[in-house]
């Protein structure tokens, strides 16, 4: 029996979406880069509004979004569950796909405080090695319910990268810092260089911002050791609200982070290190119940033509302008000279 018109167009277009994954599978790209075309292109496979890839953290008890397609830059860096939070939250805790035809009458769907899009219908896909999820994928839509074949499709899609992912995952592991989640030091070097060699190509800037923690020893002296691991924690968090998705952020020491903007000019980055102040010091933390109020004092300094092809010199001269900011009161931003 021949496949009626309609059909035999979903059936083209799945064919296709799966071809340019293998694509993206063979050219071995970056996991970033790998992720988001998945994302896009399960939105087509599946009819998608959006859809969202998320892996659980090195504690295996957060899921964190990887990357999307269809949602706004403050959903994407918004969306986390704990593991059995929220739909996506169940699916991995139980390896199991989940299909919901209306998230009001779903008792499991939890809406992000960042949700823009409309939902009405999702599903959900778990990443499974060995019979244990790594994380998930998922497909919405603002009213068209999904159906078996959906499902069908959207598993075959998670089967078909999930030992890529994982192997990536478990790469980019080792370069990240397992308290808070930021790129450990470990991870800096490799990271600047290939940085520095993309923006010296394309003619771009490229910006560090040094961060540190004003009396942080403080904190651990009156408040304890797991309190300073929470405020690291929770400081984290505020900085990836405070930076682009492009931008990344390394724990460079106990109480360092440093920030690297591509393609970030000078100004922009003193805005941006602004910013990071700023919502760092408007608000107290909740450590353990309590709360803490800290402040943060920031050095910028931007890619120079001697700078050496390693970043040292870079990152130095933003350690430099940390120092004076601390010596002029903390609480501050100071820009490298040069």
Same mark, same amino acid.
């Given at each position: 029996m021949a496949l009626d018109p309609d059909r035999r167009a979903r059936t083209r277009k799945s064919f296709r979406a799966l071809f340019e994954i293998a694509k993206a599978l063979a050219a071995e790209t970056g996991l970033e880069e790998l992720l988001r075309q998945v994302a896009r292109e399960a939105c087509t496979l599946i009819e998608a509004n959006a859809c969202s890839i998320m892996l659980l953290d090195? &504690?295996? %008890? !957060?899921?964190?979004?990887? =990357? =999307?397609? #269809?949602?706004?830059?403050?959903e994407e860096r918004g969306i986390s569950f704990k593991l059995g939070e929220g739909v996506a939250g169940w699916v991995a805790r139980e390896g199991k796909v989940a299909r919901v035809e209306d998230v009001m009458r779903d008792p499991r769907f939890v809406p992000s405080p960042r949700q823009a899009i409309a939902i009405r219908a999702l599903l959900c896909a778990p990443l499974l090695v060995k019979g244990k999820a790594i994380g998930v994928i998922t497909v919405s839509h603002e009213s068209r319910a999904y159906d078996e074949e959906d499902e069908e499709l959207l598993?075959?899609?998670a089967d078909t990268i999930v030992l890529e992912v994982e192997m990536a995952r478990l790469k980019r592991m080792a370069y990240t810092d397992a308290l808070t989640g930021a790129l450990s030091r470990l991870g800096l070097e490799p990271a600047l260089e290939r940085e520095i060699d993309r923006a010296r190509h394309a003619g771009a800037p490229l910006a560090v911002v040094l961060c540190d923690i004003d009396r942080f020893k403080r904190v651990n002296d009156e408040r304890g050791h797991q309190a300073g691991d929470a405020l690291l924690v929770a400081l984290t968090a505020r900085? !990836?609200? &405070?930076?682009?998705? #492009? $931008?990344?952020?390394?724990r460079y020491g106990g109480e360092e982070f440093l920030v690297l903007a591509p393609g970030m000019p000078l100004a922009r980055a003193r805005a941006i290190a602004e910013r990071i102040r700023r919502t760092v010091g408007e608000a107290p933390f909740d450590v353990g119940g309590a709360p803490c109020q800290v402040t943060l004092s920031c050095g910028v300094?931007?890619?120079?033509? $001697? $700078?050496?092809? $390693? #970043?040292? %010199?870079l990152v130095a001269r933003a350690d430099r302008a940390l120092l004076s900011?601390? !010596?002029a009161g903390r609480n501050r931003v100071e820009i490298a000279s040069g």
């Open positions: 090195q &504690s295996q %008890s !957060r899921l964190l979004t990887a =990357a =999307a397609h #269809g949602l706004t830059a403050a598993m075959i899609l900085l !990836r609200a &405070s930076v682009r998705l #492009g $931008d990344a952020i390394f300094a931007l890619l120079r033509e $001697d $700078d050496g092809p $390693d #970043g040292a %010199s900011a601390k !010596r």
